[in-house]
T-cell receptor, first 112, second 110 residues
Framework: SQQGEEDPQALSIQEGENATMNCSYKTSINNLQWYRQNSGRGLVHLILIRSNEREKHSGRLRVTLDTSKKSSSLLITASRAADTASYFCATDGVQGAQKLVFGQGTRLTINP | DVKVTQSSRYLVKRTGEKVFLECVQD?????MFWYRQDPGLGLRLIYFSYDVKMKEKGDIPEGYSVSREKKERFSLILESASTNQTSMYLC?????????FGPGTRLLVL
């Protein structure tokens, strides 16, 4: 069954603006991960946040996790055209620590 | 850098054919995974393997089988391809931790 669900499904912003994507999930997790997928390509791991962490940064990425609300957000600051991609959250802990359940993704378009 | 390779980027097969999709990783990862990705349905796990010769069904194993004879190689087999198996197939591996994905195989079954 679907675990992570992203919101919005699609987001279009101007270059230089910040982009925020949200993910909700249904059951307890060990960690939550965010991935990026460029059109027609494989997924690339961006960041992992553990269930006992509330916020994590990596370059222009900021991820928050609220386990009480079963939600996470991914913030991309100072967006660039190269950030245009689909972004997926993935959770584990439901059926075994190594299996991930992916949401359907947010399609982000950065307009020059 | 971890490298996960898949045998083909694009593949066209006929209904009823037996199809082999190969995946190789070069980082000695314990876990390997096969997903399919379809518009509106996201990524769905077909099978995964946590050790050589070990496999577990994912969410949609029907019509598929897998083989892992060596640690670095995980094969997905479509025993008798059908048109509803037209999809993007993604392989991934992990230590555990983050999963590393191959570039994907876009399979068209006619």
């Amino acid at each position: 069954s679907q675990q992570g669900e992203e919101d919005p499904q699609a987001l279009s912003i101007q270059e230089g603006e910040n982009a925020t994507m949200n993910c909700s999930y249904k059951t307890s997790i060990n960690n939550l991960q965010w991935y990026r997928q460029n059109s027609g390509r494989g997924l690339v791991h961006l960041i992992l946040i553990r269930s006992n962490e509330r916020e994590k940064h990596s370059g222009r990425l900021r991820v928050t996790l609220d386990t009480s609300k079963k939600s996470s957000s991914l913030l991309i600051t100072a967006s660039r055209a190269a950030d245009t991609a689909s972004y997926f959250c993935a959770t584990d802990g439901v059926q075994g620590a190594q299996k991930l359940v992916f949401g359907q993704g947010t399609r982000l378009t950065i307009n020059p | 850098d971890v490298k996960v390779t898949q045998s083909s980027r694009y593949l066209v097969k006929r209904t009823g054919e037996k199809v082999f999709l190969e995946c190789v990783q070069d980082m000695d990862h314990e876990n390997m995974f096969w997903y399919r990705q379809d518009p509106g349905l996201g990524l769905r796990l077909i099978y995964f393997s946590y050790d050589v010769k070990m496999k577990e069904k994912g969410d949609i194993p029907e019509g598929y089988s897998v083989s892992r004879e060596k640690k670095e190689r995980f094969s997905l087999i479509l025993e008798s391809a059908s048109t509803n198996q037209t999809s993007m197939y993604l392989c991934a591996s992990s230590w555990p931790g983050p999963q590393y994905f191959g570039p994907g195989t876009r399979l068209l079954v006619l």
